[in-house]
């Protein structure tokens, strides 16, 4: 999986807005410190956590791992964040539709501006 730059500057925002988060294996983060060494096998800087306890271990805790990890939400985690937050299935596909964000490959970071919008709203 890959993130754009445009995303992962809007996953720094919806942190920025006070998005919670609670790290879990399948999620995939953003090493914003360079605290890992070893390659990503995705793209420089994001990882993928799939042995949770090895991670948290290895950086000290979920609280430090909160500090220096940014959480880039996938477009599941995505969806269900705005379901979280009451947007109904349907009005997600329609705005989908109407910003033509699926066949510009932009589904994802549309889909972060509008959790970050309903955050400080």
């Known amino acids: ?51 949770y306890d090895y991670f948290m271990k290895s950086v000290g805790g979920v609280d430090r791992f ?12 995505a969806r269900q964040l705005l379901e979280t937050l009451g947007v109904p299935a349907e009005q997600i596909v329609d705005k ?7 066949e510009q490959g932009r589904e994802r970071f549309v889909l972060y501006e509008w959790i970050e919008s309903s955050l400080v709203t």
Not at 66 to 77: A, C, E, G, R, S
Request: aromatic share 16%; proline share 4%.
């Open 1 to 51: 999986m890959r993130f754009s730059e445009e995303e992962i500057n809007s996953a720094r925002r919806l942190r920025e807005a006070g998005l919670a988060w609670e790290p879990r294996a399948g999620h995939y983060v953003y090493d914003q410190t360079g605290f890992c060494k070893q390659t990503s096998p995705f793209q420089e800087k994001v990882y993928f956590i799939l042995n």
């Open 66 to 77: 909160k500090q220096i990890m940014l959480w880039l939400p996938t477009w599941y985690d």
């Open 96 to 102: 989908l539709q109407q910003q033509r964000a699926i």
